[in-house]
DNA sequence: GGCACCAGAATATGATCAAATTCTCAGGTG
DNA sequence: CACCTGAGAATTTGATCATATTCTGGTGCC
């Protein structure tokens, strides 16, 4: 979320006045991010229209963009889908997660401030409260705000924003995963990544970034494996 | 029979029926890509109707989805333009272009035939020709081409699409600074992929490719801070 | 200098056309 | 006799355009 969605700081505070297409974009991004739309989905522009309430062109818009971030599939044949990722997918999403998340982690930790942790450890604490009582949507919400926080202090919106694209790609697979196995089988590396936020050691957030995307992904892929 | 790859083929080898969101949307990239579009230069939806003879709708999904790519930069009041890079902008695109690129040098080469790195000679021979002519357009589309067509090889179409959209990020400025500075100022490892193709060596690849990509972006770096 | 007004551009709607999938119903086959 | 198959109609959906509405930025008057 940087440059090409931040909306004006104005236009927040009054959300009325935010455009359409932009709502419908926000929307539409949040069910493909927290997992309302299912792999293999079909998405049509009519049948969103109704659903969102919302004309033709906004819709048409939105639905691009989402194309463009890699969160929807253009099929060819005019049809559109949320994409179902194969373990080949799943290989490249790790490696560039792991490199790009491990250096933002890396540079906000050299900038976060003592007060803006507390929040991490604020978002951490409605995490576990979402895993120890198996509320799927509310694991997927704060697992991401926590990541998208972190980032947020990295002063990198290039970087951010690739980031938030790999999120996009990954999001509905890992909403399958966490609804089949459950929230709990999920590893989590947060204490270990506000650990190293504490301390001001770049190095320990990078490695614990590391443990967290790889073993996130990897239960993906075991995951995604069990289905066939 | 499952022959969901077959339309893009289909549609590809006949220009005409592609949609004219579709063919916006390439025009306006190639504009971006090899500099006719000036950093800072608006762009309006409906000069655009106007001097690419389309609809308006088509132009508006065209402008979302460069906006979405990085491409293009929203300013908040419905304004667009070409973005502008400044040193911290060209930081992360450093950072994000060695990691990825030499990633995907390094995938090609053990992938790529040797008929393929024949190829790649016919682009790079097409590139010096360029240079030494001062031909800045036929050096940007050269270069492009080259890497490109690299990176198909690696069989790894998300970090190839994340390599894409760096480019057209820095696209605008290379422009510009290869129009200032001239062609010959610029380095070119190309030699030095090709050989590491030839002999197989990820490593070598790899190597050469962060030395191409930091170079270059580096001369960038120095050409923009020229212009302060 | 501030405020109302105006021109122009962007946003959004609905209608219309085109394309693709689905459905239906024969006709043929095992 | 049941079932698979395929041609063609019907329906759904996407693409495009013309048009109305809203918003922004500038201009000129007070």
């Not at 659903?51 to 989402?66: C, D, K, N, Q, S």
């Not at 050299?110 to 576990?128: C, F, G, H, P, Y």
Request: hydrophobic share 45%; proline share 5%; charged share 25%.
């Amino acid at each position: 979320m940087t440059e090409t969605t931040s909306p004006p700081a104005a236009a927040q505070e009054n959300p009325a006045k935010l455009p359409a297409h932009e709502i419908v974009y926000q929307k539409l991004r949040a069910q493909v991010l927290f997992g309302e739309l299912v792999p293999g989905q079909a998405v049509t522009i009519q049948g969103l229209v109704e659903t969102l309430e919302a004309g033709m062109t906004p819709v048409r818009e939105a639905i691009r963009r989402l194309i463009s971030d890699g969160a929807l599939m253009f099929q060819g044949n005019r049809r559109v889908s949320v994409p179902l990722l194969g373990p080949q997918d799943l290989e490249e999403l790790i490696f560039a997660r792991k490199t790009i998340e491990c250096e933002l982690a890396s540079r906000a930790t050299l900038r976060i401030s003592t007060e803006d942790i507390e929040e991490l450890v604020t978002i951490d604490n409605a995490l576990d409260k979402a895993i120890a009582t198996g509320d799927v949507a509310g694991y997927l919400v704060q697992n991401y705000s926590f990541h998208t926080a972190l980032y947020s202090h990295a002063n990198a919106p290039i970087l951010s924003d690739i980031a938030d694209r790999l999120w996009l790609r990954f999001g509905p697979s890992l909403r399958v995963v966490s609804g089949r196995l459950g929230t709990q089988s999920f590893p989590d590396r947060h204490k270990d990544i506000l650990d190293a936020l504490r301390r001001k050691d770049p190095e320990m957030a990078a490695l614990a970034m590391e443990r967290d995307v790889f073993e996130g992904m990897e239960h993906v892929v075991q995951g995604l494996q069990a289905a066939n």
